[in-house]
């Protein structure tokens, strides 16, 4: 088909920069990232999948492990940081925003194109 896969283990890494995102890993192991995507989407990917919506006591079992939510904003929308910021509340984590624009996701595409 003539379509390689994007570099790096998963879209996290991309959207942040394969480079900048290796460098931090080791000290972001406890960390739960969402893109603008997983934003918009939290109950339909996270909460109502994860069983959080009929089983809020999961949440320590599920989440128990992490220490932070990290929003690798791709875009700069205030109403998405807000629901990003609710959904760290709701999991029990300390917030961060990264805006990391498309990160190495555009330069990917240009070598597709």
Partial sequence: LGVEM???PHCYA???GLD???ARA???IGTFYLT???VRQFDAF???PMGLDRHPELRDMLF???DRLVYLAQTDD???DRAARAAAARLGLRYERRFTGYGDLATALSRQA
């Fill in 14 to 16: 991309f959207f942040d």
């Fill in 20 to 22: 900048d995102f290796a």
């Fill in 6 to 8: 994007v570099e790096g």
């Fill in 26 to 28: 080791e000290d972001e």
């Fill in 64 to 66: 128990g492990n992490y």
């Fill in 78 to 80: 205030p109403e998405l």
């Fill in 36 to 38: 603008d995507f997983l």
């Fill in 46 to 48: 996270v909460w109502r």
